[in-house]
């Protein structure tokens, strides 16, 4: 009844039911999506499965901060950071919604593709760099060679799970 309730008054109502596992989750994606008439904002603390509303499939995203803390922890070590401040994580978020496409906003999703974590750890790691050096946080500021930019500098530094093979 509480989200029935604030689907009186919002266009659009959030509803973040972020317990797990799933069996204890707060309300189901299909029930938020029933009971706002679509209408609602919603990520989970567990996975779900789309959802089918009025015929629109919705992809429903899971809220984790896997999205977050691997650009943070890159960008902090890359420029040697002095701290992780409130604005750095304002600008990490910044830059995590930068990576939304349209195709995934139509669908109902509230966090891109898992698929594409490699790209928004480095678009959230190089913000936490640029915040931290205008900051004057950064004790090592990054060193780009003429006509370098930071995101290829940051994007030098992450590490790419590449094997050789050893044995043939």
């Known amino acids: 009844e509480c989200i029935r309730e604030m689907a009186k008054h919002v266009e659009m109502p959030i509803v973040f039911p972020l317990s797990n596992p799933?069996?204890?989750a707060e309300c189901t994606a299909?029930?938020?999506y029933d009971w706002t008439d679509g209408r609602v904002v919603f990520a989970s603390g567990s996975p779900f499965a789309p959802v089918?509303?009025?015929g629109?499939?919705?992809v429903v995203s899971q809220c984790n901060n896997m999205f977050i803390f691997p650009g943070v922890g890159l960008g902090a070590v890359v420029c040697g950071a002095t701290r992780v401040t409130d604005r750095m994580l304002y600008v990490a978020a910044q830059a995590l919604a930068t990576c939304m496409t349209p195709e995934e906003i139509a669908k109902g999703?509230?966090?891109p593709s898992v698929k594409q974590i490699r790209k928004v750890s480095l678009k959230v790691a190089t913000a936490v760099v640029q915040c931290a050096v205008d900051d004057?946080?950064?004790?090592?500021p990054p060193v780009l060679r003429k006509g370098a930019n930071l995101e290829e500098f940051v994007a030098s530094k992450m590490y790419l799970p590449i094997y050789?093979?050893?044995v043939e």
């Open 52 to 54: 089918t509303y009025n």
């Open 136 to 140: 004057g946080l950064a004790l090592s």
């Open 56 to 58: 629109h499939e919705y």
């Open 30 to 32: 299909q029930q938020a």
């Open 164 to 166: 050789r093979a050893l």
């Open 109 to 111: 999703q509230v966090f």
């Open 22 to 24: 799933t069996s204890v």
